[in-house]
C-alpha cells in the first residue's frame, strides 16, 4: 500500500525552519567566503584535553558512565563552579553532564513544563529557545530588547510578560546574538521580581568564560536564587569543545532527580571520551580559556570600534563573541543587508531578524575568526556600506 | 623599566603578529593612535622591542642551502673574564644567531647557522673550541623544524567550521 498520508507530528510540521539555515546554504556554495557568521570559535580545543581523551581510549575506557556523568568530572564541575561563580552544589544530587548545553536547555523544559505552561523568553535570542518551550507542550512569551538599553532585559518588560500561567523565564547572560552582559544589579532587579512571581529561572550561562569587562555574575549565586534557577553552562565556547558536545546543568536536588528521569532515558549518558576531555579541561585549561579570552577582548575592541567608524552603530558588549551592529542606517532590512553583503563581498553575517524580537535592524557578527580575517571582513563590509 | 597594561598588550600582540599597525592596535587595546604609536617608541629605545623579522621556512626554498646546530659550551669562567665576556666573544660571529646562558650540564648554548654542515663544524673548530675560556663543545645538528616560537611549521590544522551556525 503506498504512503498517502504525513506520519510526521503536527507539532513538528508547525515548527518553523530556522533562519540561520538560509544563509547556511547561501554561504555553503560559494567561493571565497569571510564568513562572521560562525556560532563557535576558531580554537580548536587545547591539546592537554585532547590527548586525555586519546588516552581514554587507549586505555578502553568506551562503556557507559553513570547518567549523570562520571562522579569525578561532576565534582570538579561542581569545583569549577563554586570557585569561578560562588555558588555551590552537591555532585551527587544536583549535576548532571549533558550533551552540550542545548540538551540542558530540553531537559530543563521538559522537566518543569505542563502543557499550557508558559516561558518567558527575553529575545534577541539563541535560536533554539522558543522551539524547545515549544516541543515541551509550553508557551513561549518573547519579550524584545533594544538597543537603547544595551539588549538588557528590563524589569517593567518583565512584569508585563508575567501572567498566572508564567512558570519560568529563561534567561543568557552573556547573550547570542547581542553579547549582552547582565551585571549584579540588573539581574538583581530581575531577581526581586521572579521572587515576587513565584517563578524559576532557566540560566544560560555558557558564554560565561566570555565576559571582559567585569566578571559574570551567576543568577544562581544572587541571595535566595540558587533554590530558584536551573544553571546551564558547558565546554562548547569559552573552552572550545564544540564538537565534543558536552554541557552540563546545575539544580536543586528535586529539579535534577526530574531531568535525570528525562535524561536516563532519552541519552543514558553523555559521551565517554568527551566527558574525559572536560575533565582534563577543568583540571588544566584555565590558563588556555584565559588566553582565549585575552584574544577575544582585543577582536571585539578592533571590531567595535572599526564599524563604528565606517558608520554602523555598533555598542561594546561586555561578553560572548558576538557583536551586533545597526545597520538601520543602510536602508535595508537585515536580511536584505546580510544577503547583499554575502552576494557583492562574499561576508557572511546573520540578519538579526531571525533571533527574534528586537533582532530586525541589526546583524550578528563572530569576531571568532582571526585578526587577518577580520580586518578583511571590515575592509569589505566598508565598501559594501559606503559604496 | 615598568610598563602599563596597554604596553603590556601591545608587547603580546606585537609577539605574536609584529605587522599589526599602530591603527589596528590602537582599536584592539583602546588607545589613540597617536598613544599606541609614541608606546611603542619608548618601548623600542629601551630595546624592550629589540626587532622586527618573519619566520621563514627555508627548507621549503629549493637549492636554499641552510643548516642550523646547536651547540652545548661549557666554559671555565676566568679572572676578569666571566661568562658575559665570553659569550660576547660568541655572539660577535655573524655566523652565530643565538647565545644563552643555561643552568645545568654546560654553560651556554649556541646556534650557529650556515650553508653546509662542513662550513658549520669548521666554524666550532676553528672559531669557538679554540676561544681560552672553552673546556668543551657538543654539536648537534637540527634535521628538522617542527616548530619554532611558538609556530607549527607543517601546521595540518584547517578551519572546518560550517560557514554560518547558531
Ligand atoms: C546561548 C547558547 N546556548 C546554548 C548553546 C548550545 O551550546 P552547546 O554546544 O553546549 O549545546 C549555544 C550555542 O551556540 C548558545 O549560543
Redesign the interface.
Same mark, same amino acid.
Given at each position: 500500500m503506498p504512503v498517502t498520508k504525513s506520519y510526521v507530528a503536527k507539532s513538528v510540521e508547525a515548527m518553523r525552519p530556522?533562519g540561520?539555515r538560509k $544563509? $547556511?546554504d547561501l554561504?555553503?556554495g560559494m567561493e571565497g567566503?569571510i #564568513?562572521l %557568521?560562525? %556560532?563557535?570559535p576558531?580554537f580548536?580545543t587545547s591539546w592537554s584535553a585532547r590527548e586525555a581523551a586519546i588516552l581514554s581510549l587507549e586505555r578502553g575506557f568506551t562503556s557507559y558512565t553513570a547518567n549523570a556523568g562520571l562522579l569525578e568530572l561532576r565534582e570538579e564541575i561542581v569545583s569549577y563552579i563554586h570557585h569561578r561563580f560562588d555558588v555551590t552544589y552537591d555532585a551527587t544530587e544536583e549535576v548532571i553532564v549533558t550533551v552540550g548545553a542545548s540538551q540542558a536547555i530540553d531537559l530543563a523544559m521538559r522537566a518543569i513544563l505542563d502543557p499550557g505552561d508558559e516561558v518567558v523568553v527575553v529575545e534577541p535570542c $539563541?535560536? #533554539?529557545y522558543v522551539p524547545m518551550v515549544e516541543l515541551a507542550g509550553g508557551k513561549a512569551v518573547t519579550v524584545g530588547t533594544r538597543g537603547e538599553e544595551q539588549f538588557k532585559l528590563q524589569p517593567e518588560a518583565l512584569k508585563e510578560a508575567i501572567t498566572s500561567k508564567t512558570k519560568a523565564l529563561l534567561l543568557c547572560s552573556p547573550n /547570542?546574538p547581542t553579547g549582552a552582559q547582565l551585571d549584579k544589579e540588573d539581574l538583581k532587579a530581575i531577581a526581586a521580581i521572579v521572587e515576587e512571581h513565584d517563578l524559576i529561572v532557566v540560566a544560560d550561562e555558557i558564554y560565561a568564560e566570555l565576559a571582559y569587562d567585569i566578571p559574570h555574575t551567576s543568577f544562581a549565586s544572587l541571595d535566595g536564587m540558587r533554590e530558584r534557577t536551573i544553571l546551564i553552562n558547558g565546554f562548547s565556547k569559552g573552552f572550545a569543545m564544540t564538537g565534543w558536545r558536552l554541557g552540563f546543568v546545575c539544580a536543586p536536588p528535586e529539579l535534577t532527580a526530574a531531568m535525570l528521569k528525562i535524561h536516563q532515558y532519552a541519552m543514558m549518558c553523555a559521551s565517554t571520551p568527551a566527558q574525559y576531555a572536560a575533565l582534563e579541561a577543568l583540571k588544566s585549561g584555565m590558563s588556555d580559556v584565559e588566553e582565549m579570552k585575552?584574544d577575544y577582548r +582585543? +577582536?571585539r /575592541?578592533?571590531i567595535v *570600534? #572599526?564599524f563604528n567608524e565606517i558608520g554602523l552603530d555598533c555598542l561594546m558588549p561586555g561578553g560572548a563573541f558576538y557583536v551586533f551592529p545597526s545597520i538601520q542606517s543602510t536602508g535595508y532590512t537585515s536580511d536584505q543587508f546580510a544577503e547583499l553583503l554575502l552576494k557583492e563581498e562574499q561576508v557572511?553575517v546573520?540578519p538579526g531578524s531571525v533571533f527574534g524580537k528586537g533582532g530586525e535592524g541589526f546583524v550578528r557578527c563572530s569576531y571568532a575568526s582571526s585578526?587577518e580575517q577580520l *580586518?578583511e571582513a571590515v575592509r569589505r563590509i566598508d565598501r559594501f556600506v559606503n559604496k | 623599566m615598568k610598563i602599563n597594561k596597554k604596553e603590556q598588550e601591545i608587547l603580546e600582540i606585537l609577539e605574536k603578529d609584529a605587522r599589526l599597525t599602530p591603527a589596528d592596535l590602537s582599536k584592539m587595546i583602546g588607545e589613540d593612535e597617536e598613544a599606541v604609536k609614541s608606546m611603542i617608541k619608548r618601548l623600542e629605545k629601551e630595546k624592550v622591542l629589540v626587532h622586527y623579522t618573519a619566520l621563514v621556512d627555508w627548507s621549503k626554498v629549493e637549492d636554499s642551502e641552510h643548516v642550523t646546530a646547536m651547540i652545548d659550551v661549557k666554559v671555565t669562567p676566568k679572572r676578569g673574564v666571566g661568562f658575559n665576556e665570553t659569550a660576547e666573544r660568541i655572539y660577535r660571529f655573524k655566523e652565530v644567531s643565538s647565545v644563552y646562558l643555561m643552568s645545568g650540564a654546560y654553560d651556554l648554548s649556541v646556534t650557529v647557522e650556515g650553508r653546509t654542515m662542513k662550513e658549520v663544524a669548521r666554524f666550532v673548530s676553528e672559531k669557538l673550541s679554540v676561544l681560552e675560556e672553552v673546556v668543551s663543545t657538543t654539536t648537534h645538528f637540527q634535521l628538522k623544524k617542527y616548530k619554532h616560537d611558538g609556530k607549527i611549521f607543517e601546521d595540518k590544522q584547517t578551519d572546518n567550521r560550517m560557514v554560518v551556525s547558531p
Open positions: 530556522s540561520i $544563509f $547556511f554561504a555553503a567566503v #564568513s %557568521g560562525v %556560532g563557535e576558531d580548536v $539563541f535560536v #533554539s /547570542n585575552k +582585543r +577582536r /575592541n578592533y *570600534q #572599526s557572511a546573520v585578526m *580586518q | -
